[in-house]
């Protein structure tokens, strides 16, 4: 079990991605993080490094809707970017226990990135929620707990100390693969291959 | 004729790996720039994203490795990054129209980024230019002449007035694709199909 780590942030597009493709997956252990302390120790700003360099962030949105559509994912570009998503990523934290978390990350970046809703609103991640669990209140009220915004600030600092500046990150027998583009290559590491771009020599 | 066009920087380690993809194909608009002004306007500095960010450096050595391995490519990690080139890509802007070019350019990321050579020591480029024209040294002579310089510069002004903010990319129809893990999408678009990773749905 376990064999693929997948280190995500809400307000990742890219991470949007690849919670799609491993939403059903049941090798997985998820981690939700922050990536805005991240940024902020890397760049002096939390902003998404998208809105610093408009031209790379122009590209970024069709690049992000190819890779979607290539993936048979709906996505529309958010009318707000990045969103606040500290609440919705401390119930991941706490639910990464759960049969469901797969799933209920995914019904997250959905409402961001398919629907435009403020997941950074209690409403909204609530009414996700309970489509997994009849104690989504519950949920909600223990991640409002100090002790949950320190372990969450903790997790950040493994990131950190882990070598990850960026999302979506993958660890795969050790080894750090960043971004949507190398959840291949981390697979292929798990299976024992060489992590990378296979389909260059695989004759069809 | 020229359904891709392919900007690269020399010092780009990825633009290195797509060099070696493309040099033998016949249907790509070789288009060297200048990816330092670039970065200025972008981020206040020449540098390499990759010294500024040091963590992202570190892991981008690693990447470039396994796809370099990928490919059966050899790589070396240079001991000076990233190395001055302009001569170079003065060189390689008057051979466009060459039937080398592809080849010439491959050398010359093979001399930084496979023996470690600096190619910004003229010798070192002029070696390299003999073993595609006898007129090496005119090549030289005329890299070197100030209406070469403008052009070059007018290039870069290009690169930015069409968008480009990073090295490598794509033209395809029109459309830009950046990096070299875009290089496939930009083939697809080529063809007239979706330009998402076609693997996903590929069945082998």
């Given amino acids: 079990m376990s064999g693929l780590e997948f280190w995500f942030d809400f307000a990742s597009t890219y991470s949007y991605l690849s919670a799609v493709r491993l939403a059903e997956r049941k090798d997985v252990a998820w981690r939700a993080f922050l990536l805005g302390p991240i940024f902020s ?14 031209k ?52 997250i970046f959905e409402a961001n990135f398919v629907y435009d809703l403020d997941i950074g609103d209690e ?3 609530t009414a996700v929620l309970r489509a997994f669990t009849p104690e989504a209140e519950r949920f909600v009220a223990r991640a409002k707990e100090p002790a949950i915004k320190a372990l969450l600030f903790e997790r950040t600092r493994e990131a950190s100390a882990r070598g990850i500046f960026g999302a ?22 798990l299976r024992g291959e060489h992590p990378g771009r296979a389909e260059q020599n695989r004759e069809c």
Avoid: C
């Avoid at 890397?42 to 408009?54: A, E, M, Q, T, V």
């Fill in 123 to 125: 409403m909204v991640v």
């Fill in 41 to 54: 120790e890397i760049h002096g700003s939390s902003d998404s490094p998208f809105n610093r360099n408009p």
């Fill in 168 to 189: 979506p990150t993958f660890f795969a027998k050790g080894e750090l693969y960043w971004g949507n583009d190398r959840l291949d290559a981390a697979d292929r590491a």
């Fill in 56 to 107: 790379r962030g122009s590209y970024m949105w069709i690049d992000v809707a190819r890779e979607a559509k290539a993936l048979g994912q709906p996505f529309r570009v958010p009318s707000a970017f990045p969103r606040g998503s500290l609440l919705a990523t401390r119930i991941a934290f706490l639910a990464e226990g759960e049969p469901w978390i797969g799933p209920f990350v995914r019904a």
